[in-house]
């Protein structure tokens, strides 16, 4: 009896495991699926009008938002003491702090229905821009 529940505690962690990881990878692609079958006008009210709008023909297009987000590194400082025959030294290391740009990329497919389009698909966007 003792070991079935056992096995039983095994599984329900494994379960949790797998849900940690799916919400760590899937952000920004969370996101996007949300739109999949709602009006392009939708996307546009929520964050403003696409970069670029590519035709892809046969009414189909790609809708493409890019976001650029910058964020400061701080810089460091370390210092350590020396024992010289002169006698004793203070040595600081300083490194600067940087800005750091990302650019990201997110692409929506939609397909024209009537006078209007809808989103059909999206394209996953780099690992970075999740």
Known sequence: MSMHGS???IRASKAFFVAIVLAL????????????????????????????????????????????????????SSGEVRHTKHGTVYEETETPGYIERQECFYTFYARASGNRWFITNFRQPKLECE
């Open 7 to 9: 096995d039983h505690l």
């Open 25 to 76: 990878t899937g952000c920004a692609s969370d996101v996007m699926k949300n739109y999949v079958g709602q009006p392009v006008e939708s996307l546009v009210l929520d964050y403003g009008p696409p970069t670029a709008i590519v035709d892809l023909g046969q009414g189909e297009r790609a809708y493409q938002w890019r976001k650029i987000s910058t964020s400061a590194v701080s810089g460091t």
